[in-house]
């Protein structure tokens, strides 16, 4: 009860305070309210109280319109009225804002279009259209969109070429060319003709083909255009230093009704220009078509294709025209490549009945439209019919079928007789083609051998204006397509009669790996003749690489691609024609040919990516090459390899103290200009042949009367010193081509160097056929600390935030005045060499600072407190000397080893074959940039 109480009395307090609270408030309230009216005015001027505030309110009215950064039009609306598609269709805005709302959107910038629908890209006209586009800067092969689905495509050489299949690797390639077929398009290889007195053709031709290469154009076995030639073509009196690049030619088969003659010459499409640029020097005139001339039409697509117009200049009655993407060649290599051919090629019907026949066959169809009866008369007049009639070019139809035939029963194109043509006349691939692909089985080998003579070569697609003929008149797929479907039984043949086409075109032999480039055989013995030969793999076969040639009217690349791939015809690229090369033991333009300008730019391109490859790659995870000893890991120094091979020689010659003989003198004169590729024949035999000598009396008697010479740069063993005095005079600046075969386990690869092994290798290798090789001691690498002072110097200015002065000290008079002193430096030369560097290192640790090397009047160039000191000569920078680097190497699977292709100084060659003993294979040491093994490798003549 008390507790009640008191909480009843404390809410009496409590209500009696607000109360009290609530009073003065009120009261509060009034007085003011009071005061307020007493100070409102009793009237009011409107026009006085706008003027004075018009400034304020217009200053308002305008921050109003204009809108801030993070505002617009659209946003001024309330929320209720906003629409997303206001801000895209300014008709959704209210009529008071549309007015500012479009100035702002045409101060935006404009988004780009969106990309049309698939649906709209695929239609065939817009397809077109962007085909066109796209193969403006390369040109497109006519099998390019075949390829791009299965192939990974490349810009090389101003085409889009395919590089390599995306399925299957190379070996899948290697065994079909081993075992069955391999296909290859080379429609990028550039066509030249020559048309016009054979006297004239041979004239220009011999200025550019020297003799000594190869057969010239003039050879019996070329000129009446049964075989085709090879040989490299070089700048006007340039032979051997100015090369321009290896070419084909084939000369057109005599023609009775004419006395001029045609010759086609088929060159690599990076050595193209140049080529035509010699040509035209020779001839002394200018192109009629400097550029060519493209024309477009977008009414039908026949018209949309480019026309080109080739290049075309003369000289009297030789007239020199250019062929580029006129011609498609494709190139079948294997063993059952004949097969295939013969699978495909179908003979054509050209006799007259067939001309009565289709005739009446078209006569019979009474409900054909205007269209086609226009159609039938422009057919009535067909290439063929012409072609074949009168003379005896249907009986040489006939033989050329005959002989073709009759191909099948060899095993191999190789057997066949080396770069015969063969002239045919074809039907359609598409009426014969099969409906599932299958591959060709060998047929039955008679093993015959054949003789062809130049009646055989004839062919219709020499004339420019049979070829034009062919590609207006070729069916298209869709008309061919319609009249596959009018057929009653869905799958039988369909007969086009006067319709069908006939195609011309040629067939040449590729007879593979040629005399002097055989396949290596096993492992060569080493030692005495009781020991076996190293081999644990199967022989090499002597016919790989062996095939043929198509070559075709433009226009019908695709129905005979797809002809020859649903017989069974593996497909490859670029990356396998090279491989296929290798394993054929013979050289690839534009990478085995450094002497070009073609393969100069190859190198250089290749260099610079494995380059910006190499520096991607963080220090610990790359090699060091200068610990390795690699002066140029990415790239051969060729000039400075034979540079200094021949300085050594004039050291050798100048240190003689006996009377000088004619020989001496010319050796002297010898070495100057630049250094080029051996391809003499005669002086390779004379190479090739000289370890299979014996007789040695007129090398001790140079040996009594010349040691100088004798004891660095002849071989032991000659059998007519003066002849290989003469190599070596005439050819002291040359790259010798060499085969590298692993004698052990191992591969030879790019960029490798060739040493010459000391007399204790070879006796270790003697006694010990498990013999590994000598190993390179490690080297060192001079700039290891100045780059991890570097490095820690950025890490510190990183955490410092601030770039440290760095104080700069030239290189002064005193400096080179101090290292003159020390009787190393030259008076021209600021770049400190070998005896320099402890100098240098000394004045820049008393000076603390970082070198510049240059003059005060030049731009100077920053280098590292120790620079990088580079041998004076590539000979000396290993154990062994160097005498020459390898180009590019594999495993070989037709040999079962590793093999390498490189070149050698012809002075180090020479010596090498010096030091060998007597009765043994030449061998080498071979070291890659990445080890610091040496291996031996048996050498053999690249010709």
């Known amino acids: 009860m008390i507790m009640k109480e008191k909480a009843s009395k404390k809410r009496k307090l409590d209500q009696n305070e607000d109360r009290e609270e609530k009073n003065k408030k009120e009261k509060k309230d009034v007085d003011l309210n009071g005061d307020i009216v007493q100070e409102t005015p009793r009237e009011f001027d409107l026009a006085s109280f706008v003027h004075s505030r018009a400034i304020e309110m217009e200053a308002m009215s305008e921050n109003v319109k204009v809108v801030g950064a993070s505002r617009n039009v659209f946003q001024k609306l309330p929320k209720h009225m906003r629409r997303r598609a206001a801000s895209h269709n300014v008709k959704r805005l209210p009529r008071r804002l549309r ?52 192939f990974h495509m490349v810009n090389k050489w101003g085409y889009k070429i395919a590089l390599h299949p995306n399925d299957k690797g190379y070996r899948a390639a290697y065994r079909a060319s081993a075992k069955h077929s391999l296909l290859m398009d080379i429609s990028y290889y550039c066509c030249i003709e020559f048309f016009g007195p054979e006297a004239d053709i041979i004239c220009i031709l011999k200025k550019v083909m020297p003799k000594e290469i190869d057969c010239t154009i003039a050879a019996v076995s070329y000129i009446d255009g049964s075989q085709q030639g090879m040989s490299v073509l070089y700048h006007d009196s ?6 321009i690049g290896p070419v084909t030619f084939l000369w057109r088969p005599e023609m009775k009704s004419c006395d001029l003659r045609q010759l086609w010459l088929w060159i690599h499409p990076s050595c193209y220009r140049e080529a035509i640029n010699e040509f035209k020097t020779l001839m002394g005139c200018q192109t009629t078509d400097s550029k060519p001339n493209i024309e477009n039409s977008e009414s039908k697509v026949e018209d949309s294709e480019k026309i080109l117009k080739n290049e075309t200049f003369s000289k009297g009655q030789l007239t020199v025209t250019s062929l580029k993407d006129e011609l498609v060649r494709f190139r079948i290599v294997g063993p059952l490549s004949t097969d295939i051919l013969v699978e495909t090629f179908k003979k054509p019907d050209i006799s007259e009945k067939s001309y009565d026949n ?39 139809f006939e ?29 359609d691939p598409r009426l014969s083609i099969p409906l599932h692909k299958d591959k060709v089985m060998a047929m039955h080998r008679t093993g015959c051998y054949y003789r062809y003579d130049s009646s055989v070569s004839q062919s219709a697609i020499w004339d420019k204006h049979i070829r034009q003929q062919v590609k207006t008149m070729k069916l298209s797929d869709h008309e ?10 869905p799958g ?78 593996r497909v490859g690229g670029l990356r396998e024609m090279m491989c296929v090369d290798e394993e054929a033991s013979r050289q690839n333009f534009p990478r085995d040919f450094p002497d070009t300008a073609a393969g100069l730019e190859e190198e250089t391109h290749v260099t610079q990516q494995l380059t910006e490859k190499y520096h991607k790659y963080p220090p610990s995870k790359r090699p060091n090459y200068t610990k390795l000893g690699v002066d140029s890991p990415f790239q051969c120094p060729w000039s400075k390899l034979v540079q200094d091979w021949s300085e050594m020689l004039d050291i050798a010659v100048d240190e003689d103290e006996m009377s000088r003989t004619d020989v001496q003198e010319a050796l002297i004169r010898s070495i100057t200009g630049r250094f080029y590729v051996l391809r003499n024949q005669r002086a390779l035999n004379k190479l090739r042949n000289v370890s299979k000598l014996q007789n040695d009396s007129h090398y001790n008697y140079l040996r009594e009367s010349h040691p100088s010479i004798t004891n660095n740069f002849l071989p032991a063993v000659c059998h007519d010193v003066t002849e290989l005095d003469k190599v070596i005079i005439e050819h002291a600046q040359s790259l010798v081509p060499v085969r590298m075969s692993m004698l052990q386990k191992g591969n030879a ?99 603390g600072s970082t070198t510049v090397i240059g003059s005060k009047q030049g731009q100077p160039k920053v280098a590292t407190a120790v620079s990088k000191v580079k041998p004076k000569s590539v000979i000396d920078s290993n154990a062994r000397p160097i005498i020459g680097y390898i180009s590019h190497g594999k495993f070989v699977y037709n040999v079962g080893h590793g093999v390498g292709f490189g070149f050698c100084s012809l002075i180090g060659l020479v010596r090498s074959l010096h030091e060998k003993p007597e009765n043994q294979p030449l061998i080498l040491l071979i070291r890659n940039i990445n080890t610091l093994q040496y291996r031996f490798a048996y050498v053999a003549i690249n010709a």
Not at 123 to 149: G, S, V
Not at 411 to 425: E, R
Not at 815 to 835: C, F, H, K, R, Y
Request: charged share 30%; with cysteine; glycine share 6%.
């Open 99 to 150: 007015q500012q709302a479009q100035i702002e959107m045409d101060k935006m910038p404009r988004k780009v279009s969106k990309r049309p629908s698939r649906y709209h890209r695929r239609r065939p006209k817009n397809l077109l259209k962007e085909y066109e586009r796209r193969k403006r800067n390369n040109i497109w092969l006519e099998t390019h969109i075949w390829h791009a689905k299965r």
């Open 749 to 847: 690869e790019e960029f490798a160097m060739i040493c010459l092994p000391s007399k204790d290798d070879l006796d270790r290798l003697a006694a010990n056929k498990d013999y590994g090789g000598p190993i390179e001691p490690k080297h060192k690498d001079h700039e290891l600390e100045t780059r991890k002072n570097h490095k820690n110097a950025k890490k510190n200015r990183k955490w410092e935030k601030t770039k440290p002065k760095i104080k700069i000290t030239l290189i002064t008079e005193d400096l080179i005045t101090l290292i003159t002193d020390e009787g190393q430096a030259q008076g021209d030369s600021l770049v400190p060499n070998n005896s320099q560097t402890s100098v240098v290192e000394e004045h820049v640790k008393k000076k």
């Open 492 to 569: 039988l043949e369909i007969k086009l009669g006067k319709e069908e086409s006939r195609i011309p075109m040629l067939l040449i032999q590729d007879p593979g790996p040629m005399e002097g480039n055989q396949p290596l055989p096993s492992r060569p013995m080493i030692g005495s003749s009781e020991r076996t030969q190293w081999s644990r793999h199967g022989k090499p076969n002597p016919t790989y690489g062996s095939g043929w040639d198509v070559i075709l009217p433009a226009a019908w690349s695709m129905p005979f691609w797809v002809a020859l791939v649903y017989r069974g015809a």
């Open 399 to 427: 033989q050329q079928w005959q002989r073709m035939a009759k191909s099948t029963g060899v095993s191999s194109p190789n057997s066949l007789p080396s770069n015969i043509v063969i002239g045919l006349t074809v039907r």
């Open 358 to 396: 289709s005739q009446e066959e078209n006569e019979k169809n009474a409900n054909c439209s205007s269209a086609d009866n226009n159609e039938s008369q422009s057919l009535e007049t067909k290439w063929w019919k012409d072609y074949f009639t009168g003379g005896d070019k249907q009986e040489v």
């Open 238 to 243: 340039g032979y051997p230093s100015k090369p």
């Open 480 to 489: 061919l397509n319609l009249k596959r479907s009018q057929t009653l039984v």
